[in-house]
């Protein structure tokens, strides 16, 4: 790989013995990408510190991925198993609300972190618990008092939170957000979830098998406006068989609760006009970076922004290069294994700039360019069905200027569906830069495709040509056969 960034030294912010705790690097946010920035560059030989207010672990550990999976897994299951012969008889109750949540208990780790500070520990790297700030260059403050100075480096970690509309009485109101849908001890009996992107629709998903009522509103036209049309399109449909009540093109005017805990009303302005009572209200329409009480006004950036970074992950415009935005809050990709990514390639262009060595890989797929960030994000909806993507989407191609080709194929028609359940309906493509003949992105829905993407992930970042893909034949009977039947299209075969 070619080398394209010249470098030298780390410039220290002074002696030891002008500092009582001085490290090589000061992590802000102890969650996955924290986690990841902080043991690679141990690893890499230098000294890390942690610190974390909450839970070491962060969003994903305890409010997120694990949690929502959780719930969800038992609805995909039961799911598919109602469409096997012979097994559909025995799965034909409802689900355990209790054993559901107490399962989800358990991957929550019971809200408790002990399990992620002994494998800290074990990595090398130190903790300090409580709220971090930065109080001017390559310095950080905790709870306004013990300060820390970095020698090399400060990674911003903090990630995003998510972000109430200013919707009158929303607020006053106490609704849901992510957490509180993932942690609730309690099926509410009539939920009203705000908001058709991936939390919106794995919640409803969740919360209407668990015995939930569940309407879900979407200001726009469809469900999970980021992917192909045909993705939300087959979501949208299975929600509304599964009795999720789905109105699009409406927006909440208005939200009262009379009482904490009591009923929440929703007023709604545009489309169909009217008010919906529920018992718990959820916004999931956006998050905000955690960057609101971060000291950044004292390295000249704005309280609450999103961090600006090269391919990096270092912040632009902070002098000396030492200030680092990893995951959510740099914006590039709000994603949990993204962040854990960038953290992999943020931690190896520390550790390199602090051994100051010459050159660095920053071009593009570089050792030190995060560059999959804009050209190979994968990300799974666990909802019923599964909508897998990676890449750019026909629409994404065509603005990005790329001659396209696009191939469709019904993944019901393939035997592996058919064997893996009766009645599949799912649907694959693929996007084709006929310039390079390479995959520029590819999308997959039905049950069960989450674990068809990364293929589609290693052709995308691979940059394979499709006639070398041609090559790689996929095992009879799988589901993966899908591969040679667009291979098949695309070739006119």
Not at 110 to 122: A, F, I, T
Not at 208 to 213: N, Q
Not at 254 to 279: F, K, N, S, Y
């Amino acid at each position: 790989m070619a080398a394209s960034e010249a470098t030298g030294p780390d410039r220290a912010a002074g002696t030891d013995d002008e500092c009582d705790e001085c490290y090589d690097v000061i992590v802000l946010g102890g969650g996955p990408t924290g986690e990841n920035v902080a043991e690679r560059v141990h690893a890499a030989g230098l000294s890390a510190v942690l610190v974390e207010s909450e839970l070491l672990g962060g969003e994903c550990s305890y409010w997120a991925c694990m949690p929502s999976k959780a719930l969800l897994r038992p609805v995909t299951a039961r799911s598919e198993a109602r469409r096997v012969p012979g097994l559909a008889e025995a799965v034909g109750g409802p689900l355990d609300p209790p054993a559901v949540l107490a399962h989800r208990d358990a991957f929550a780790s019971y809200w408790k972190d002990d399990g992620q500070v002994r494998w800290l520990d074990s990595v090398g790297v130190d903790l300090v618990r409580g709220h971090g700030r930065l109080a001017g260059p390559r310095r950080v403050t905790v709870d306004g008092g013990r300060t820390l100075t970095a020698r090399h480096a400060v990674a911003v970690c903090t990630g995003s939170r998510p972000m109430l509309p200013g919707i009158p009485g929303l607020a006053e109101a106490k609704p849901w957000v992510s957490r509180d849908a993932t942690s609730a001890q309690t099926v509410p009996g009539r939920l009203v979830i705000v908001g058709g992107g991936v939390v919106g629709v794995e919640m409803a998903t969740a919360w209407r098998a668990l015995g939930s009522s569940v309407t879900l509103l979407v200001r726009g036209d469809g469900l999970l406006p980021r992917m192909e049309p045909f993705a939300g399109h087959l979501v949208a449909e299975s929600l509304a068989e599964a009795g999720v009540f789905l109105r699009t093109g409406v927006e909440v005017r208005e939200v009262r609760r009379e009482a904490p805990g009591g009923p929440v009303t929703v007023v709604l302005d545009g489309g169909e006009e009217g008010e919906i009572v529920a018992d718990e209200l959820l916004i999931a329409t956006g998050r905000a970076p955690r960057t609101d009480d971060l000291g950044l006004e004292t390295v000249g950036l704005a309280p609450g922004s999103w961090l600006d970074v090269d391919d990096s992950c270092r912040v632009k415009a902070v002098d000396d290069g030492w200030l680092y935005g990893v995951g959510d809050v740099n914006h590039r990709a709000l994603l949990t294994h993204q962040g854990k990514y960038q953290a992999r390639i943020a931690g190896a262009a520390i550790a390199a700039r602090a051994r100051g060595v010459p050159l660095l890989e920053t071009d593009r797929w570089g050792a030190h360019s995060a560059t999959a960030d804009t050209d190979a994000v994968p990300q799974v909806v666990f909802s019923d069905p599964e909508a897998a993507a990676v890449g750019l989407s026909a629409a994404e191609a065509e603005r990005a200027g790329y001659r396209i080709r696009v191939v469709d194929q019904d993944l019901g028609a393939v035997a592996g569906a058919s064997l893996y359940a009766e009645g599949y309906r799912g649907r694959a493509r693929i996007v084709v830069d006929l310039s390079r003949e390479v995959l520029l992105g590819a999308t997959f829905v039905g049950p069960g495709v989450g674990e068809l993407l990364h293929s589609a992930t290693v052709a995308v970042a691979g940059e394979v040509p499709v006639e070398r893909l041609w090559h790689a034949v996929p095992a009879y009977p799988t589901i993966s056969e899908v591969w040679l039947r667009l291979l098949e299209a695309y070739r006119g075969d």
